[in-house]
């Protein structure tokens, strides 16, 4: 049974970079023609879609976030992973990493709270 | 950028009865809309795609319909664990995609 799991920092300063990283467990992140990705939930407000990765390694963005975000995929460690620079408050959210099916997020992990703050 | 628009923002309705809740996009996003169920401090759970298809495991209670740029789901018979945020999604020419804002649905 496939598994996602988010990793990081739970708190980052304004203007420093935020870094996460997914775990896929129960099966290889490589073995099906999925993309992963990442989508984010600011406290007491709506989804947003970050954006996502081909096992591959192509990559799509969200164009509001597109200049500060960078998805990665690292096989060997059945991992992807997200970083988002120049934080500021306004990026203290949930942070969900997703598989979605032809643009449908049928897998979620659980989230994992990223606050931005001195 | 497609924005999805949800309506209402609250729905408040007494178990056992019938809620609808809407979303609307700015653009056709043809069936390539799905909806998906969060309760507090959990992540979303798929319901719907393809505007109508139930996603594996979801009860019958739970319907989409629309096309275009108008959709529904309607949960026939409210049960207890209903009560929750729902999201509307578009991912018409995936990638990219957007959610709605979100319709909370609420115990009369």
């Known amino acids: 049974q496939l598994q996602l799991q988010e990793s990081g920092p739970g708190l980052v300063k304004p203007s420093e970079t935020l870094s996460l990283t997914c775990t896929v467990s129960?099966?290889?992140?490589?073995?099906?023609?999925?993309?992963w990705g990442w989508i984010r939930q600011p406290p007491g407000k709506g989804l947003e879609w970050i954006g996502s990765i081909y096992y591959s390694g192509s990559t799509y963005y969200n164009p509001s976030l597109k200049s500060r975000v960078t998805i990665s995929v690292d096989t060997s460690k059945n991992q992807f992973s997200l970083k988002l620079s120049s934080v500021t408050a306004a990026d203290t959210a949930v942070y969900y990493c997703?598989?979605?099916?032809?643009?449908?997020?049928?897998?979620w992990g659980r989230g994992t709270l990223v606050t931005v703050s001195s | 950028e497609i924005v999805m628009t949800q309506s209402p923002a609250t729905l408040s309705v007494s178990p056992g009865e019938r809620a609808t809740l809407s979303c609307r996009a700015s653009q056709s996003v043809s069936s390539n809309l799905a909806w998906y169920q969060q309760k507090p401090g959990q992540a979303p759970r798929l319901l719907i795609y393809g505007a109508s298809a139930r996603a594996t495991g979801i009860p019958a209670r739970f319907s989409g319909s629309g096309s275009g740029t108008e959709f529904t789901l309607t949960i026939s018979s409210l049960q207890s664990e209903d009560f929750a945020v729902y999201y509307c999604q578009q991912y018409n020419n995936w990638p990219p995609c957007t959610f709605g804002q979100g319709t909370k649905l609420e115990i009369k």
């Open positions: 129960g099966g290889s992140i490589s073995s099906s023609s999925y993309y």
């Open positions: 997703a598989r979605p099916e032809d643009g449908v997020f049928d897998l």
